[in-house]
């Protein structure tokens, strides 16, 4: 079974508006943490947000909030104010409590483009 | 530079050619990691160094793929008698090895295996 899935190859949102990129993820070990990196066409991985199993509130940066609905096992990324360079493909990742490193699991991504 | 370096950018090599892609992580930054990226997919774990430890090999895909890290800093990947389907952008990120904290992800090897 897929650790984390991403339901939307792509998404369109326009200029201005908020949009929501899916997050599902499947672990048994009630200790992790769920990471949501953005990909632009030049090829870098930036480091968007974070949100450990066991922090009570979802977490926010800036113009990026986690819904973190624990009971569903999602981790949706909501994007408030979308802006041109939002474009971009977007990956949720996963570390697990019981793995012996800290490797993050990543997802297939979702690609977000912008209209003006 | 203070971000993870990686060289070459770019490498064109033939069918059955070895390979050695370079990672020179962030100044003390204990983990390294290696993943691999196939045109328009997600990236794919291939092996992780944590400090002294045994570095964890479970996602290397073949044989034909080692790694080494030496003196807990640069790391090297080396592909042997590549493949066609070995064509891919390699990343590899580096981290402060603790829990919550984020990889830091250098600009990728695009390789291309004619």
């Known amino acids: 079974a897929q650790k984390i899935t991403q339901t939307q190859p792509g998404m369109f949102v326009q200029e201005k508006e908020a949009v929501t990129l899916d997050c599902t993820y499947d672990?048994?070990?009630?200790?992790?943490?769920l990471f949501w990196y953005k990909q632009p066409s030049s090829g870098e991985m930036i480091f968007l947000i974070y949100q450990g199993s066991y922090d009570q509130q979802n977490a926010t940066e800036g113009r990026y909030s986690l819904n973190f609905q624990k009971a569903r096992k999602s981790a949706n990324l909501v994007i408030s104010a979308s802006q041109l360079g939002d474009s971009a493909m977007y990956f949720c990742a996963m570390r697990e409590g019981n793995n012996a490193g800290n490797m993050l699991t990543f997802g297939g991504g979702t690609r977000l483009m912008v209209k003006p | 530079g203070a971000g993870v370096s990686q060289s070459p950018s770019n490498k064109v090599t033939e069918k059955g050619k070895d390979v050695e892609l370079r990672c020179d992580p962030i100044?003390?930054?204990?983990?390294l990691y290696w993943y691999r990226q196939s045109l328009g997919q997600g990236l794919e774990f291939l092996i992780y160094?944590?400090?002294?430890?045994?570095?964890?090999k479970s996602g290397l895909p073949s044989d034909r793929f080692s790694a080494e890290r030496t003196g807990g800093s640069v790391s090297t990947l080396t592909i042997q008698r590549t493949q066609q389907e070995d064509s891919a952008v390699y990343l590899c990120?580096?981290?402060?090895?603790?829990?919550?904290?984020?990889?830091?992800f250098g600009e990728g090897s695009r390789l291309t295996v004619l």
């Open positions: 672990t048994s070990d009630p200790s992790y943490g």
């Open positions: 160094f944590q400090g002294n430890s045994a570095p964890d």
């Open positions: 990120a580096s981290s402060l090895g603790d829990w919550g904290g984020e990889l830091f």
């Open positions: 100044s003390g930054h204990t983990a």
